[in-house]
């Protein structure tokens, strides 16, 4: 079936230092995939998306980019600040009413 | 405004007990979900409806029973409680296919059973 895998947490970090988070996926046809973040107390807020092979989603300063030959969808950030501490889930969609989520990766950024 | 909301946030009840957390979305979505995060961030999605039509329900006691009286409204109750029930529990609406079902998320419900 569908899955996604993210790289384990947590990731900690100084402020400004350059973020990745892995994500790979198995899936059936060819899926929308999306990254998602959850603020200490909050729920889950979309942070981008990318719909097509190749695309790009960037939103605040990260960015994923949809690598169907990989079948990646990897996290990036050029400079980290202490309020990207949270934890990111990376998700995809086949078209259907469900969106697998993979288990999420906890970063905290120290100042 | 917001989006999608959930009541309570907070509910501590003892074993045995049976609980309602209602949500409600002003986005005009056609879908809503419940899903249950446990300690470890893990996220599991419980039921879907579509419309108010049932369509997502995952291996789930069926102590859990989702209600959904309007497409803007979807209500889930719990008898018996265990305390394994014990999560944080949220609401989420999406829109269709045009959007990849982008999911919406309420603040969510820590459901704590003691």
């Known amino acids: 079936g569908d899955s996604v895998t993210q790289m384990e947490g947590p990731v900690t970090l100084s402020e400004e230092a350059f973020l990745t988070i892995n994500c790979t996926y198995t899936a059936t046809g060819y899926p929308s995939l999306f990254w998602y973040v959850q603020y200490p107390g909050e729920g889950l807020q979309l942070l981008l998306k990318a719909t097509k092979a190749d695309d790009k989603g960037s939103n605040k300063g990260f960015e994923a980019t949809y690598r169907k030959e990989t079948t990646s969808f990897h996290l990036e950030k050029g400079s980290v600040q202490v309020s990207d501490s949270a934890v990111y889930f990376c998700?995809?969609?086949?078209?259907?009413?469900?969106?697998?989520f993979g288990a999420g990766t906890r970063l905290f950024v120290k100042a | 405004d917001t989006a999608v909301s959930q009541t309570p946030k907070y509910l501590v009840t003892q074993m045995g007990n049976d609980k309602s957390i209602k949500c409600e979305q002003n986005?005009?979505?056609?879908?809503m979900y419940w899903y249950k995060q446990d300690s470890k961030k893990f996220l599991k999605i419980m039921f879907s409806y579509n419309n108010k039509e049932l369509i997502i329900n995952e291996t789930v006691p069926n102590r859990f029973s989702p209600k959904s009286p309007d497409k803007a409204h979807l209500n889930l109750h719990i008898n018996s409680l265990e305390l394994g029930d014990s999560a944080v529990y949220f609401c989420?609406?999406?829109?269709?296919?045009?959007?990849?079902?982008?999911?919406?998320f309420g603040p969510g419900t820590r459901l704590t059973v003691t």
């Open positions: 998700a995809l969609n086949t078209g259907g009413f469900k969106t697998i």
């Open positions: 986005l005009g979505h056609d879908t």
């Open positions: 989420a609406s999406s829109q269709g296919r045009t959007f990849a079902y982008e999911q919406y």
